[in-house]
Nanobody
Framework: QVHLVESGGGLVQTGGSLRLSCAASERYFSSFLMGWFRQVPGKEREFVAAISPGGSATYYADSVKGRFAISRDNAESTVSLQMNSLKPEDTAVYYC?????????????????WGQGTQVTVSS
């Protein structure tokens, strides 16, 4: 069982920045591909970014490419999402997730462990 706790959400103006962090309880954290997803009410959870277990490969949704950066610190069992140039359409609850070794990273079903989420609100 992997326990994930997100932090760093909040209210920011358009064009601003936020940094989300996710702390994991699992001693084998470094073996998991980690991802960030987001969800707004009435819509499906959507992929934002993912990072390979060693951190050498990163993946981004087209909507955040060039603005967001995912990183991880395996020694600290944390994964972060630096969000720059934020837009109102980035407003959502953001979730950290640990991959279930499905071979994929894009779909929520590829992940088996989820955090409780943190709210990000971007005002116009």
């Amino acid at each position: 069982q992997v326990h994930l706790v997100e932090s760093g959400g909040g209210l920011v103006q358009t064009g601003g920045s936020l940094r989300l962090s996710c702390a994991a309880s699992e001693r084998y954290f470094s073996s998991f591909l980690m991802g960030w997803f987001r969800q707004v009410p009435g819509k499906e959870r959507e992929f934002v970014a993912a990072i390979s277990p060693g951190g050498s490969a990163t993946y981004y949704a087209d909507s955040v490419k060039g603005r967001f950066a995912i990183s991880r610190d395996n020694a600290e069992s944390t994964v972060s999402l630096q969000m720059n140039s934020l837009k109102p359409e980035d407003t959502a609850v953001y979730y950290c997730a640990a991959n279930g070794d499905s071979g994929g990273y894009y779909f929520p079903g590829d992940y088996v462990y989820w955090g409780q989420g943190t709210q990000v609100t971007v005002s116009s």
